[in-house]
Structures are given as structure tokens and as C-alpha cells.
């Protein structure tokens, strides 16, 4: 028996080194190389690609074909698997890859049509443009030829196990486009709160709803001021109909429309929390004397993270090679996105302009009712392959409007059912059904593609400026600064001008009154030089004040962060007389004050409680100073009662798709609501005979709260730590929510304890009405000095790599975490320092 079990013992030794070595190699196996030489036919002359010790790659070429063909293969190389999952999902074939989970969203993305639009867009590339981006899909395609799938990415190896083994297909030009299409929908603004706003009707008056979208505070700053305005056709420094009372069909509609777009997945993210900030300070501000420019993008967090940093260098810059640009990318687009060049640096932030609108559509059998006419439906097929299933075909139907996206849900097929005996018992004509169609910018072909390589190559503001006027979709701020001493901010986009109504509430579609009639003239769109502050912040929050004469967007962020940034900037320069340094820039991306608790705790120690237990949780506000660090108490329990205090006040009266999520326009809604101490919204309507009031609520809320954190983390408040609930996770985007444990260990990295929070500047967001999980984070930070761009800081949210337990995989996370950034080499010399590792592409004899 000791013999017997010896052996076995030996045998199941040989089995787990086995499973150990082959899972080494199958985990390796996809590893890029970064030294040595790679021959590359379609290569003119020789390409160095010099990485850092954190795995971020500097190119260097001698022609702008060279350059992007070179980002192309170092994006694959650390990054395919990613590019792969994003055009699958801009094409709307994601089921191809993962089956039938992913059918819902094959089917929205079809009907939306990302990827139809972006090859009309390829066609309108001008010469020079459609050059660079097919270079890029050669870079691509040279790293995947005669790679089998595992040997590109561990994901493939994974997905290999439980289906066919799958090839992935060339890159092409048209895969770059769609994914910009992709970004526009994320940042597309509104559409969900038109739709909230109809389905809250359900329950409240219009005029209830309005109060939960409150103007925009008066005493916080707008972007560019109050003064510029539209003078002769050139930008020099009210609210419409709405269609309220629709039908119950109509609510419907709506709703499968809403559930259709909650299905897709978020690649950059949704929600309050999804924004950035950025701002640039003239040399009167600084140190230096020179300007300096800051920014962080607050998107869904992912494993790798969204950005991938890259520097894309010509060796002599001149007409003929025109780059030398670094900053933050996107796999599977050419180009800086965000950063700075020799001459200029940029910021983005989301301008939450409103480029979408929501048609309510009469449709009776194949057509609509438009101007008193029925128009006939267009209509096309879409068939969906689905990797381990049978395929699909639908029928997307569009009106002049666009796509209707209430045909994506199955409560769609009872709204017509419902509308038919609503027609019968009022003798009119039967068969009327209404749908839902969106109208959208996007959906117009205008290639944003350009105004990348544009911006890589401006030298000066009015160079940056004609960059701006091609950056169409999506709308952002930009932010602008040059080694010259200036700064300035611009409005691009295409804007909607709306003859009637504002854009807040979906409008008829048969009423001719509610086209658009055209878009705002770029030269009419709000921008800023040198201003006489001496800063220009943006925070998604207002861009103009109302003397403009076109409505950009109503559902801003209400500028909370926006007007903390401005006191830091202003408070620092007062305070010390000294000028901002990079270091203090950096220390304002990562600060953590809570506006929101500032106005709200004075009134929750104003309010008895009963028992010492309680009162404990009053204590530990009494004795914090509003900043919402991981370790803080005050915060885990200020968090705890705001959660609290919107479910008791709110979630009597709105459905359960419109609670509240705790961001800034919340903020702003209960800053209101605390001088109303009588307002009906403190009453709870499922108490009938008893009237709640504010103190009551603010008193539960208290209570709730300390409940909530003694059986979560301790009885004694000075263990409570906001960080223990508020825990960062990140997850790969297919196959990190496998519900596998093993499978999503193997991808995914967390959770981590952070700071932060809703509406802060360290926006680490959340969400009240499901916890306090991370839901959107500074995707990136980074600081340019424009005095000296070696002196410039940058950080990631995870790492270079795409490829699970590579040393770059997540590598940039702690620092990310603490608050701190890596040095930023730029030049040619700090490039060289900072090299650990070269791979030079030449071409093939």
C-alpha cells in the first residue's frame, strides 16, 4: 500500500507539473518580442521601437507610413486580443466570437448601423488620411500573419477550449473608423434622461420631473464665461415645447428603446460618473513662467485599461514627416488622441453636447406618418452568425430619423397590440403602432479620423483650430497650450440647431415642427484665447452662459469638480504667491474634497438622534474634514447616509430604472430640497396618514447608515474606512465575466481599496441606487509642462501590456492607485536614458 500510494503520489506530481509547465507556456507563449530585428515587407526603410521600463514604446521613422505601419504591429502586439473584441462589437459580431450572450448586443449595434457608416466615411478620407490609415492595417496585419490565434492572445487559448478553434481576420481601415464610432456613443449625452424623464411622467407631473433636472447652479462658472456670444455669423468672448403626455404605447416604446441601449456593453463607460477634467494655466500661474496643461478622462474601468501610451517620432521633422507627437492612444486607431507634440499640447474633456434627439414614430403596417403623409419604412436584413448556435436575421427598420430601436426589445411586439384596441375604442384608424427612431450625428458620415493626425501636427493655436473643425463626433473640449506661452479652449462638433423644442424630452415624430435645421457654423461655436483669469477649467460642466443663442446641451455636469479645480488654482497662486508647479498639478488631479458633504453636514449635525450608538456616526462627521480618502471614516459613513438619504426620499416615487446614482446633478437636487424642509419630495407615499419631513429623513438616513456600516465593518467607528466599501475591480471585457472562477482570476485584477468618489475631482465614481463598487475612474492622468516636456508626467490605469500576467500587464496600477505619476520622456536624449529595450523593423531585402 505505501509502494501503491508512492506511485500515485508520483503520478499526480507529474500531472500538476504538467498542468504548471503547460500552463507557463500557454500564458507565454503569446508574449511579444521587443528586442532584436523583425524583416517587414511593406516597410521603406528601417523603424527603431524603443520601449521604457514600464513596456510604453517610442517610434521612430523616417516617413509617416513608416511611423504608422510601426504603431500598428506594437499595438498588436500588446494589444490585439482588445482591437479584436472592439471591432467585433463595432461590427455588431460579437456573437461570432463569444455566442449567444452577446446577440442582443450584435443586434443593437446592427440597427444602429457603427459599422455602415464607417466604410461611407472611408470614402470620404482624402488622400493623405486614407494613406496613414491603411499603413497603420499593414502594421497590424504584419504581427498577426502566421500567428495561430493562442500565439496572439491568452483569451484565444481560453475560448479555444470551448468551441472551434477561431482565426481571427485581417485588419482593415474600416475597423479603425467604427471604433470612433463607438466612442461617440458612450459620450453621446442625453438620450437615457429623455427617456427617464417620460418614464418618470408615469408617477410624477412634468413639473416634478423638472425639479430632478435642476438648471445649471448660478454661482458656479461656465467654461468660457458669460459674456461671449455670436456676433455677425462669428462666436465673440430657451427652452422649446417638449412632447409630454404620450401615450402608454409611446411609454413603452421608450422603455424598449432604453433596455435595448442598456444592453451594450459600455466600452467607455455610462452613467454621472462618465466625464474628465482638465484645465491649462497660463506662465502667469506657473513657476516657469510657462504654460502647463492637465488632464484625466474619467471612463469604465477595464483590464487593460482604455489608453495606451505611445510616442510616434520622425527622425527629421519636416513637411515631408510632420510628427513627433506623444500621448495617449487608442488600440486600434493611428494616432495621439491625447497629449502633446513639440509645439502644442491638447486635452479632451466630454462636453455633454446634446447630438441626439428621441422621434416618437406613428407607424402603421410598413410606413409612418409624417407631415400628415404615410412615408414608406426603409428596411434591411442583418444576419448574425453565433459561435456554438444557428444564425439569426432580423429586420432593422429606419424612418427619416433614423434607426427605430424599440423594434430591439420584446415588449416592442405588445405596444402595437395595446395601440390597435386603444385605436378601436376611439374609432380611429386601426393598425397604429408607435415606435422609437434616433436621430444622431454620428450617423452622419463625417470622418473625425482626420483631426487626429491634425492635431499630431499642429504647431500653433490657429493650426489647432482647424484641427478642431474635424473633430465632428464626438463632441468634446478641447484644451490648448503652446511652448509660446499661450493657452485657449475650443468647442468642435456637429451641434444640432433645433427650430423647436431643446433637446430634454423625445419629441413627434410626424410634426415637420421638430427637424433640425442644420448645425452650428464652426466659427459660431464657444471658444476662448489667453483668457484674462490666466486658466480655463473644464469639468463637463457648462460650457456658455444663456446669452448664447443655441442650446449645446442642458444635461451638463452641474460644477461641483469644475469649481473646486478653479478655488485649487486660484487658492494656490493667493495663498503662497508662488506659481503651480507639475507636482501641484498633480496633486490636484488626485484631490478628494467632497462640495456635496460641505453643504450637507452642517445639517446632519443639526438633527438629534436618540441614542448614543447612533449619535456615534455624528461624531465621526463632526470630526472630518470632507476629503474622501480610502482610509477615512467619514467618508465610508457620509457615503453610507447620502446612499441612504436618496432611497428614503426618492425611491418611493420613481421606478426602479430611475433612482438615483448620487452623481452631481443630485448633488444639486438635494442642495435645493434642504431649504424646503417641508417639500412633498421628504414624504414617503407608501406611509398613508404620515407626513415626513427633512429632519426625519436626515435622522433615518443617520440611523440607516450606522446599522449598515456596524454589520459590514465594525461596531467601533474609528475601524470604518471608505476604501473597505469602496473597491476598485478590474475586469477583462469577454472573458472576465465568465462566471468561471478559475477562468476569471486568470484575466481579471482586484479589487483594490481607493478614494474618491461621486462629483469630485478624484472622480472615482459610484453608483447609490446598486453600492458603492467602482463604476468610472480617471482612465489616465497626465501633466505637460510646456516650459520643459521632459519635466511632464504621465500615468495609466493598469499598464502597457494586454496580455494577462505580463510584467506590464498592471504594472502602472499601484502608482495609478497612490496618486503619483511616471516622467514623461519626450526628447531624443530622455528617450535614449529611459530605454530598456529596442526592436528595430526593417525591411524585407
Known amino acids: 500500500m505505501r509502494r501503491i500510494g508512492m506511485v500515485i503520489a508520483g503520478l499526480l506530481a507529474l500531472v500538476v507539473l504538467g498542468v504548471a509547465v503547460f500552463s507557463f507556456v500557454t500564458v507565454r507563449r503569446s508574449f511579444p518580442d521587443t528586442t532584436g530585428e523583425v524583416q517587414i ?14 513596456g510604453v514604446p517610442q517610434i521612430y521613422a523616417d516617413t509617416p507610413e513608416d511611423l504608422f505601419l510601426a504603431q500598428g504591429y506594437v499595438h498588436a502586439q500588446d494589444r490585439f486580443y482588445e482591437m479584436d473584441f472592439r471591432r467585433h462589437v463595432t461590427a455588431g459580431r460579437l456573437a461570432e466570437l463569444v455566442g449567444d450572450a452577446a446577440l442582443d448586443t450584435d443586434k443593437y449595434v446592427r440597427t444602429l448601423g457603427w459599422r455602415r457608416v464607417a466604410e461611407q466615411e472611408l470614402a470620404l478620407l482624402d488622400d493623405d488620411t486614407l494613406r496613414l490609415v491603411n499603413a497603420y492595417a499593414r502594421g497590424v496585419n504584419r504581427y498577426i500573419d502566421g500567428r495561430s490565434s493562442a500565439e496572439l492572445s491568452l483569451e484565444y487559448a481560453v ?15 474600416v475597423d479603425s473608423l467604427a471604433w470612433i464610432k463607438a466612442m461617440a456613443w458612450d459620450l453621446r449625452s442625453n438620450m437615457t434622461d429623455e427617456i427617464d424623464r417620460v418614464l418618470s411622467t408615469e408617477k410624477l407631473t412634468v413639473d416634478q420631473v423638472e425639479e430632478l433636472y435642476p438648471d445649471y447652479p448660478k454661482g458656479h462658472a461656465t467654461i468660457v464665461g458669460d459674456q461671449g456670444t455670436v456676433v455677425d455669423g462669428s462666436f465673440s468672448s430657451g427652452r422649446g415645447p417638449s412632447t409630454t403626455g404620450l401615450a402608454r404605447t409611446a411609454v413603452a416604446a421608450l422603455e424598449a428603446a432604453r433596455d435595448g441601449a442598456e444592453a451594450l456593453p459600455a466600452l467607455l463607460g455610462t452613467g454621472d460618473g462618465i466625464g474628465s477634467n482638465s484645465w491649462v494655466v497660463s506662465g502667469d500661474r506657473t513657476a516657469t513662467g510657462r504654460p502647463m496643461l492637465a488632464n484625466d478622462p474619467h471612463l469604465a474601468p477595464s483590464m487593460p485599461g482604455i489608453w495606451y501610451q505611445v510616442g510616434l517620432h520622425c527622425r527629421t521633422v519636416d513637411e515631408a514627416c510632420p510628427y513627433d507627437v506623444s500621448g495617449f492612444s487608442f488600440s486600434g486607431l493611428p494616432g495621439v488622441v491625447v497629449g502633446h507634440n513639440a ?56 424612418t427619416r430619423h433614423g434607426p427605430i430601436l424599440s423594434d430591439l426589445d420584446d415588449d416592442a411586439a405588445a405596444v402595437a397590440t395595446t395601440r390597435r384596441a386603444q385605436d378601436a375604442a376611439a374609432g380611429t384608424a386601426a393598425g397604429t403602432s408607435y415606435e422609437v427612431a434616433l436621430r444622431w450625428t454620428a450617423l452622419d458620415p463625417k470622418p473625425t479620423i482626420r483631426a487626429v493626425f ?19 463626433v464626438p463632441s468634446q473640449n478641447l484644451v490648448y497650450a503652446d511652448v509660446d506661452g499661450n493657452i485657449g479652449y475650443q468647442s468642435p462638433g456637429t451641434i444640432p440647431i433645433r427650430t423647436t423644442g431643446d433637446g430634454r424630452w423625445p419629441v413627434s415624430g410626424w410634426d415637420p415642427a421638430y427637424e433640425w435645421s442644420g448645425s452650428v457654423p464652426f466659427d459660431q461655436l464657444p471658444t476662448v484665447y489667453n483668457p484674462d483669469e490666466g486658466f480655463v477649467v473644464t469639468a463637463n460642466n457648462k460650457v456658455i452662459g444663456d446669452q448664447y443663442p443655441v442650446n449645446l446641451g442642458a444635461d451638463t455636469a452641474a460644477g461641483y469638480r469644475s469649481e473646486r479645480i478653479r478655488d485649487l488654482i486660484s487658492g494656490r497662486s493667493a495663498s503662497t504667491g508662488e506659481g503651480l508647479t507639475v507636482d501641484d498639478m498633480a496633486r490636484l488631479q488626485t484631490d478628494t474634497y467632497n462640495a456635496n458633504a460641505a453643504r450637507l453636514v452642517p445639517e446632519l449635525l443639526t438633527v438629534p438622534l436618540d441614542t448614543t450608538y447612533y449619535s456615534q456616526g455624528q461624531e465621526v462627521l463632526a470630526k472630518w474634514d470632507f476629503m474622501q480618502d480610502a482610509d477615512s471614516p467619514g467618508a465610508a459613513y457620509f457615503a453610507s447616509v447620502w446612499r441612504h438619504l436618496l432611497a428614503r426620499t426618492f425611491h418611493d416615487e420613481l421606478p426602479e430604472g430611475q433612482w438615483p446614482d448620487g452623481g452631481e446633478r443630485w448633488f444639486a437636487v438635494v442642495d435645493r430640497l434642504l431649504d424646503r424642509p417641508a417639500s412633498r419630495w421628504w414624504d414617503d407615499v407608501t406611509t398613508p396618514g404620515v407626513r415626513e419631513t427633512r429632519d426625519q429623513v ?21 475601524e470604518w474606512r471608505w476604501g473597505t466599501m469602496h473597491r476598485l475591480e478590474l475586469v477583462n471585457p469577454t472573458l472576465g465575466d465568465s462566471g468561471v472562477g478559475l477562468v476569471d482570476r486568470l484575466f481579471n485584477r482586484g479589487p483594490y481599496k481607493i478614494g474618491g468618489g461621486n462629483g469630485i475631482v478624484d472622480a472615482t465614481s459610484w453608483d447609490a441606487a446598486k453600492g458603492y463598487e467602482v463604476t468610472a475612474v480617471p482612465s489616465m492622468r497626465m501633466v505637460v509642462d510646456l516650459d520643459d516636456l521632459d519635466r511632464s508626467r504621465w500615468i495609466n490605469l493598469t499598464g502597457a501590456s494586454g496580455h494577462a500576467f505580463h510584467e506590464h500587464y498592471v504594472d502602472q496600477q499601484d502608482t495609478w492607485r497612490a496618486g503619483r505619476t511616471l516622467p514623461w520622456a519626450f526628447s531624443r536624449e530622455a528617450v535614449d536614458e529611459a530605454t530598456d529595450d529596442t526592436l528595430t523593423l526593417t525591411p524585407v531585402p
Do not use: C
Not at 409612418?368 to 419604412?377: F, R
Open 698 to 718: 436626515l435622522a433615518d438616513a443617520m440611523r440607516d447608515a450606522r446599522d449598515e456600516l456596524t454589520m459590514i465593518q465594525s461596531r467601533d467607528p474609528g
Open 159 to 173: 475560448l479555444g477550449l470551448t468551441g472551434p478553434s477561431y482565426r481571427p481576420e485581417r485588419w482593415t481601415a
Open 343 to 398: 509645439k502644442i499640447a491638447w486635452g479632451v474633456t466630454t462636453m455633454y453636447a446634446d447630438v441626439a434627439d428621441l422621434y416618437v414614430e406613428r407607424v402603421t403596417g410598413d410606413t409612418y406618418e409624417y407631415a400628415g403623409q404615410q412615408v414608406p419604412l426603409e428596411t434591411r436584413e442583418e444576419t448574425f452568425e453565433v459561435a456554438g448556435g444557428e444564425p439569426e436575421t432580423i429586420t432593422v427598420r429606419s
Open 41 to 54: 515587407s511593406a516597410l521603406k526603410g528601417d523603424v527603431t521601437v524603443q520601449r521604457d521600463g514600464r
Open 454 to 472: 491634425s492635431l499630431g501636427r499642429a504647431q500653433d493655436w490657429e493650426q489647432f483650430r482647424v484641427a478642431a473643425k474635424q473633430f465632428t
